[in-house]
């Protein structure tokens, strides 16, 4: 298991991580000001990964899901668009996203938004 962000700490079988939205690595896609990373992936060899993904207003970020994951809005709204259909998402603070494995989606933000993901990966990031 992996900490990319945050600090983390044990108590018995409950794995916590503070600060898990500080200092994410960036993407460093040209003029997409986007930073991702993960909280905790794998832990115990879990299938599963969490981590905070953080976007800037900035050159949309295009990218497909290569496994299921779900998202909660923490901050700010994302505008999305399924790159398949045109079909477009306007997600704000609470409201709670699923992306299927294989959805290519166009991530924009009006100003700055943060979201918190989960996704069913058993491989390292």
Known sequence: METLVGTLSKAGSIYKVENGYI????????????????????PDGSVMSAGFFELK?????????????????????????????????????RDVLFFPKGTTVKSETPDYALEFFTGHRSFAP
């Open 23 to 42: 200092g994410l690595p960036q993407m460093d896609l040209p003029g997409c000001d986007a930073a991702i990373g993960d909280s905790l992936s794998n």
């Open 57 to 93: 207003a900035s050159d949309p970020l295009v990218y497909t899901y290569t496994y299921d994951e779900m998202k909660v809005v923490v901050q700010g709204e994302f505008i999305l668009t399924d790159q398949r259909t045109g079909g477009v998402t306007h997600a704000k603070e």
